[in-house]
């Protein structure tokens, strides 16, 4: 667990190679990765306690999708765009955590 | 007998219960648990008998739910005054012992009291914290109470020195009472500290973690970046709350005593530290061994944001604050976290009249989405803030690179230093020269028959305009270019001067920091 322990290892800053050590805050970073156009992620960590399409639906933006409920309270996910339901990456009575996939709409 | 010492034999009597704090059996569960008691703590922590204890009949004022019948001795928290090295100090210290050291509103009132008395007195105040949280029985009270606290750390922040141990679980709100005040110390497998507990995480999100693993000693000391002390026993705890005590002044008008000034003790040679490719890495905290007094440097925050280093030393004596990147870790880079770590510690030294010297070898701010998604651009602010605000002396030192924002971000002329200092080895430049070249010669390169050899050319051009100190110290931005070995003379009398320093602010209410 220790940074100290680690390895120096080339570190690119502004085009020019240095010898450091990573700490492992650094090694443990999230990866950004884009996201898929349409994709439905949890904006609150919390439980799937209802889906209300189905794969295949055609769906319009706005429509009601699932309800999470999340610190008490059943939030609504809607759809973001039109389009129709791809996958559905969840099932009822699954927790999830934030900026979990939940669903993935294909847009029109 | 007589009258009088019948009341003497009443109060020993009475006395000897409360100091006996939840009996026996709970001291064992204490014991058992790895954790001295609340008054082990406090004679541990400070001169020999020096602590005279407060308030120690107070009854807490709990009605419902049984809680009229149940006795609380000292109500679960000791208070009272002593001294460290001679240094008043108050100190408070809650007793697992006594109902799980669960704060209600007479617990809470005689943290408040003693708080009052430190801002008054304007000593130190150090909080030991060791308790379930709020005591559920209590309704609203126990909330009231921790609200006081609060309010109290705050408006004491800056004027006197605030120090938090975190010796046994700190849990829910009650950890914003530490997180208010200047130094939280933390002890291996002993502090647990956390918003929300993994029992409540496991029943929300499913998700199975411990509590070491989610609020332990080492993720306060090593990623939140929450705690400043890491020790591995109370006693080792104990000893680095001593030592800071004896760098730091007792409040915001005092200077800390000098003591006898000591010529740097390390068998270090300061000519040899740096290595002259500035691409290498070294310890930068060997460059300040190489300066201070008996090379004694204590380090804050030393595993959290290793990327920068900050801490105490002293010059002739006197208490100077250090700020130095460390080319060893992340190659020295700002980012969220060493700006953060940064721009506290300068405040800190700010507010407490302590000297900045600042050691500068950085390639810029760590790239990365994560970084900008993070606000690297309102965290990297706030170092400009904490510089710019500083009306104590401020001395840079400029060992190697000094690249872009970096460059402007340590403490440069431009946000008010007071002596810059650069060494010959310093490249003070807009970025990297091989950045540079990419840019300036971009048409030369794409042209050239030999893409490379064109860019190694360009770079070595780039390398032979800027980087090096000149160019900085012909606009009177560096105000001396220094051997290595001159240092520690030239900050001493860097020093010396601006003992009497006097900069003036408009007058406000208060800034706005980018918090």
Not at chain 2, 167 to 186: H, R
Not at chain 2, 283 to 294: F, G, K, L, T, Y
Request: with cysteine; hydrophobic share 40%.
């Amino acid at each position: 667990m220790d940074t100290q322990n680690n390895p120096y290892v080339d570190f690119v800053v502004t085009a020019r190679k240095y010898k450091t050590r990573l700490t492992n805050k650094y090694i443990n970073r999230p990866v950004w990765n884009k996201r898929p156009d349409g994709e439905v992620v949890s904006a609150l960590p919390g439980t799937i306690v209802r889906i209300a399409v189905s794969k295949g639906q055609p769906v319009e933006e706005g429509e009601q999708l699932m309800i999470l409920e999340a610190m008490k309270m059943q939030n609504r996910i809607l759809a973001p765009v039109s389009g129709t339901v791809s996958e559905i990456y969840v099932k009822e009575g699954d927790k999830i955590s934030k900026n979990h996939p939940v669903l993935q709409i294909d847009p029109k | 007998m007589t009258e009088l010492n019948k009341n003497i034999q009443t109060l020993r009597e009475k006395k000897a219960v409360v100091e006996k704090g939840g009996g026996e059996a709970a001291i064992e569960k204490q014991v058992a648990m790895g954790k001295l008691t609340a008054r082990e703590r406090i004679l541990a922590l400070l001169d020999a008998n020096s602590f005279h204890e407060y308030d120690m009949f107070v009854k807490h004022d709990g009605r419902d739910f049984g809680m009229d019948k149940k006795d609380f001795p000292g109500d679960g928290v000791v208070t009272g005054t002593g001294a460290i090295f001679g240094a008043p100090i108050c100190i408070y210290a809650q007793d697992f012992t006594v109902a799980g050291g669960s704060l209600g509103l007479q617990h809470a009132r005689k943290i408040t009291k003693i708080m009052d008395h430190a801002l008054k007195m304007k000593c130190p105040i150090i909080g030991i914290n060791d308790s379930g949280g709020a005591r559920i029985q209590e309704g609203v009270q126990a909330l009231a109470g921790y609200g006081e606290i609060f309010y109290r750390n705050t408006i004491a922040s800056g004027v006197i020195p605030q120090i938090s141990l975190i010796l046994g679980p700190c849990a829910g709100g009650a950890v914003y009472s530490p997180a208010l005040t200047d130094f939280v110390f933390v002890v291996e497998n002993i502090s647990k500290m956390f918003i929300t507990g993994p029992n409540v995480i496991k029943t929300v999100l499913g998700e199975d973690i411990s509590m070491e693993d989610l609020g332990g000693a080492r993720i306060h000391a090593e990623v939140t970046g929450n705690a400043h002390f890491y020790a591995r026993s109370e006693q080792e705890c104990f000893d680095q709350i001593k030592r800071l005590v004896s760098f730091i002044p007792w409040n915001n008008t005092e200077r800390r005593k000098s003591l006898q000034p000591q010529e740097p003790s390390t068998s270090l040679n300061i000519e040899n530290v740096v290595p002259q490719d500035p691409r290498q890495p070294y310890d930068v905290r060997d460059v300040i061994r190489c300066i201070v007094d008996a090379s004694d440097f204590l380090e804050v925050q030393e595993l959290w944001a290793a990327n920068i280093v900050v801490g105490f030393g002293r010059m002739n004596g006197q208490t100077t604050g250090f700020v130095a990147n460390q080319p060893m870790v992340l190659a020295g880079v700002l980012d969220c976290d060493s700006s953060d770590k940064a721009a506290r510690f300068i405040r800190f030294c700010d507010s407490f009249n302590i000297p900045i010297i600042t050691l500068e070898d950085m390639p810029g701010y760590l790239p990365g989405v994560d970084q900008e998604h993070a606000g690297v651009i309102r965290h990297g602010a706030k170092v400009l803030y904490a510089y710019s605000e500083a009306t104590v002396p401020k001395i840079t030192v400029i060992l190697r690179k000094a690249y872009g924002g970096g460059y402007i971000a340590m403490n440069s002329r431009h946000l008010g230093a007071d002596f810059m200092f650069a060494w010959p080895s310093a490249e003070i430049a807009v970025m990297g020269p091989e950045g540079a070249a990419n840019i300036i010669f971009r048409k030369e390169i794409m042209e050239a028959e030999d893409e490379d050899a064109m860019r190694q050319e360009k770079v070595k051009e780039y390398i032979e305009t800027f980087a090096n100190p000149f160019v900085a110290a012909s606009k009177g931005f560096i105000d001396s270019v220094i051997e290595p070995k001159e240092t520690r003379a030239l900050l001493l009398h860097a020093l010396e001067l601006s003992a009497l320093k006097e900069e003036f602010r408009p007058a406000k209410k208060h800034g706005l920091p980018p918090f």
